[in-house]
């Protein structure tokens, strides 16, 4: 949960006063100000545990579960990995890893145990080891010999019961990933190449991996002990302008629920890494959001990326006596509700009775998503909490404003305390797509501004004045000043190159060590 700023809406008046009375402050502006560049974050509610925040390409950022709102008849699942690509990180741009199995778990009777897994498998293919590029030219399709980097994906749906593998079905293989976005000189048209990635499989499902846009909007300034304890840092999405590597399916519901009369299912994905004896160990774990960043403490956070859902009521504690509110009151005098937090038990970890809630369910960390319920003509950011109930806590939309409505729950807004808080960002920064995968396009590397002096289009070699000529042009006249003078500045920093070094062998000679 990141808070805490409260945005007033009909007779939501004394809360606003209130907030503003505790900080004795006359005014919260910042809600108004511009969006942090990539760079600017220094902390990520993605990197929510201390052994996978070194291993970002384990790291599973967000889950979402949605009924598809092009296709109501089927659930989309999204899952990203590697928090904060920072668009221009090249020349090693962003791969999901050849020794991981990233798998999305289906709880189909809300016993805490997986039905079925959708295990995506990658493998790293290099044309040419001889040159430091991603790509060599301009790449015009994922086929593209110009694409030097490029990845293939497999897709098993696995089967179980009680806890062990039943079937496996080859659903994919050989799938093409999207690339990581270089820019526009390498990749003039990245529609087209995120389309070629979208791909239906055996079984009726859809499926896309690659790059995009995070779609996860927050201040996650909420670290500096709530935004520097006095709201001054507050509304600016820290997420902006990052990428995100997706895995995206799309599956009819028939495939994924136990009836039509028992339509929940319960969702968590999962990463295991290969150890070097060959064997796979889970190195990081997702259901709803935010749960190991300020749910669970410090002691807690690795055991629980190691962990299944039936074994979570070692956690449970962490909900029912939650840290986070009684932090809130010790900073702004908002009295926290009383403990045990059951509310918080039956909404997280079971599901909303008559909505999200399966028969004889038990107690478990899992995104929890009713497959009956038909996608919203008019989506609320609150979802549920705004009358929406194909949004969260009912499954998660791309939309759904889930650092809102987790807060002002966790504040007690369904056992008598109302509330209107949240972090002032409302919406990605990015709209999202109309049709699968939805996750709007990543920011391209070649972001930035055009060199002084040059426009669209036009060649560099004008930015550059004539020093830069075609092979086997003439030259003359200012360019001949130009390029001598070019030659000439770099004659005089080799002669101080071979000075400066003789020097330090002189003095490294007369050492005695």
């Given at each position: 949960?990141?808070?805490?700023?409260?945005?007033?809406?009909?007779?939501?008046?004394?809360?606003?006063?209130?907030?503003?009375?505790?900080?004795?402050?006359?005014?919260?502006?910042?809600?108004?100000?511009?969006?942090?560049?990539?760079?600017?974050?220094?902390?990520?509610?993605?990197?929510?545990?201390?052994?996978?925040?070194?291993?970002?390409?384990?790291?599973?950022?967000?889950?979402?579960?949605?009924?598809?709102?092009?296709?109501?008849?089927?659930?989309?699942?999204?899952?990203?990995?590697?928090p904060f690509e920072e668009p221009a990180g090249g020349p090693n741009f962003y791969t999901f890893a050849d020794d991981a199995q990233y798998d999305l778990?289906?709880?189909?009777?809300?016993?805490?145990?997986?039905?079925?897994?959708?295990?995506?498998?990658?493998?790293?293919?290099?044309?040419?080891?001889?040159?430091?590029?991603?790509?060599?030219?301009?790449?015009?399709?994922?086929?593209?010999?110009?694409?030097?980097?490029?990845?293939?994906?497999?897709?098993?749906?696995?089967?179980?019961?009680?806890?062990?593998?039943?079937?496996?079905?080859?659903?994919?293989?050989?799938?093409?990933?999207?690339?990581?976005?270089?820019?526009?000189?390498?990749?003039?048209?990245?529609?087209?190449?995120?389309?070629?990635?979208?791909?239906?499989?055996?079984?009726?499902?859809?499926?896309?991996?690659?790059?995009?846009?995070?779609?996860?909007?927050?201040?996650?300034?909420?670290?500096?002990?709530?935004?520097?304890?006095?709201?001054?840092?507050?509304?600016?999405?820290?997420?902006?302008?990052?990428?995100?590597?997706?895995?995206?399916?799309?599956?009819?519901?028939?495939?994924?629920?136990?009836?039509?009369?028992?339509?929940?299912?319960?969702?968590?994905?999962?990463?295991?890494?290969?150890?070097?004896?060959?064997?796979?160990?889970?190195?990081?774990?997702?259901?709803?959001?935010?749960?190991?960043?300020?749910?669970?403490?410090?002691?807690?956070?690795?055991?629980?990326?190691?962990?299944?859902?039936?074994?979570?009521?070692?956690?449970?504690?962490?909900?029912?006596?939650?840290?986070?509110?009684?932090?809130?009151?010790?900073?702004?005098?908002?009295?926290?509700?009383?403990?045990?937090?059951?509310?918080?038990?039956?909404?997280?970890?079971?599901?909303?009775?008559?909505?999200?809630?399966?028969?004889?369910?038990?107690?478990?960390?899992?995104?929890?998503?009713?497959?009956?319920?038909?996608?919203?003509?008019?989506?609320?950011?609150?979802?549920?909490?705004?009358?929406?109930?194909?949004?969260?806590?009912?499954?998660?939309?791309?939309?759904?404003?889930?650092?809102?409505?987790?807060?002002?729950?966790?504040?007690?807004?369904?056992?008598?305390?109302?509330?209107?808080?949240?972090?002032?960002?409302?919406?990605?920064?990015?709209?999202?797509?109309?049709?699968?995968?939805?996750?709007?396009?990543?920011?391209?590397?070649?972001?930035?501004?055009?060199?002084?002096?040059?426009?669209?289009?036009?060649?560099?070699?004008?930015?550059?004045?004539?020093?830069?000529?075609?092979?086997?042009?003439?030259?003359?006249?200012?360019?001949?000043?130009?390029?001598?003078?070019?030659?000439?500045?770099?004659?005089?920093?080799?002669?101080?190159?071979?000075?400066?070094?003789?020097?330090?062998?002189?003095?490294?000679?007369?050492?005695?060590?």
């Open positions: 949960m990141t808070p805490l700023f409260s945005r007033s809406g009909t007779g939501r008046k004394g809360l606003v006063t209130l907030i503003c009375g505790a900080l004795a402050t006359g005014g919260l502006a910042a809600a108004g100000v511009a969006t942090l560049e990539p760079g600017a974050a220094s902390a990520s509610s993605h990197r929510e545990a201390p052994l996978i925040s070194g291993t970002p390409q384990y790291d599973n950022t967000d889950l979402y579960a949605f009924a598809s709102p092009d296709k109501p008849d089927t659930t989309t699942i999204l899952a990203n990995w590697i778990h289906i709880d189909n009777n809300g016993d805490a145990q997986g039905d079925t897994v959708f295990r995506y498998t990658f493998k790293t293919h290099t044309k040419n080891g001889n040159t430091f590029l991603y790509n060599t030219g301009p790449v015009t399709n994922l086929a593209d010999p110009d694409l030097n980097i490029t990845q293939t994906y497999d897709i098993d749906l696995i089967r179980l019961k009680n806890g062990h593998e039943a079937s496996r079905t080859k659903l994919a293989d050989d799938v093409p990933v999207a690339p990581s976005d270089v820019g526009k000189a390498s990749m003039p048209d990245y529609g087209k190449l995120r389309s070629q990635a979208v791909y239906r499989t055996a079984g009726g499902a859809t499926t896309f991996a690659g790059q995009a846009d995070d779609p996860f909007f927050a201040d996650l300034r909420v670290f500096d002990l709530l935004y520097g304890g006095d709201l001054s840092e507050v509304g600016r999405d820290t997420l902006k302008g990052y990428n995100v590597n997706t895995i995206a399916l799309q599956v009819p519901n028939d495939l994924i629920r136990e009836s039509a009369h028992q339509p929940v299912v319960g969702i968590w994905s999962t990463a295991q890494r290969r150890n070097a004896q060959g064997y796979y160990s889970q190195v990081s774990r997702l259901g709803n959001p935010l749960v190991n960043e300020v749910v669970n403490p410090q002691k807690d956070k690795d055991r629980f990326n190691a962990s299944q859902p039936a074994y979570d009521a070692q956690f449970a504690k962490n909900v029912t006596n939650p840290e986070l509110p009684k932090l809130i009151e010790s900073l702004y005098k908002i009295k926290a509700p009383a403990e045990p937090r059951n509310d918080l038990v039956d909404v997280f970890l079971k599901g909303v009775k008559g909505l999200n809630q399966p028969p004889n369910v038990r107690a478990s960390e899992e995104l929890r998503l009713n497959t009956s319920i038909p996608p919203a003509a008019h989506p609320k950011r609150l979802g549920v909490l705004d009358g929406d109930n194909a949004g969260f806590p009912n499954g998660r939309r791309l939309g759904d404003d889930v650092i809102d409505a987790a807060l002002q729950v966790v504040e007690g807004e369904l056992v008598g305390s109302k509330n209107d808080l949240g972090d002032a960002v409302d919406k990605n920064d990015k709209k999202f797509e109309k049709h699968f995968p939805y996750v709007a396009e990543p920011t391209a590397g070649s972001r930035g501004r055009l060199a002084k002096g040059t426009a669209a289009g036009t060649d560099v070699r004008s930015g550059l004045g004539d020093a830069l000529q075609p092979a086997g042009s003439a030259t003359g006249g200012s360019g001949d000043t130009v390029l001598i003078a070019a030659s000439a500045a770099s004659g005089a920093a080799a002669i101080l190159l071979l000075g400066s070094a003789f020097a330090w062998w002189r003095r490294r000679a007369q050492r005695a060590y």
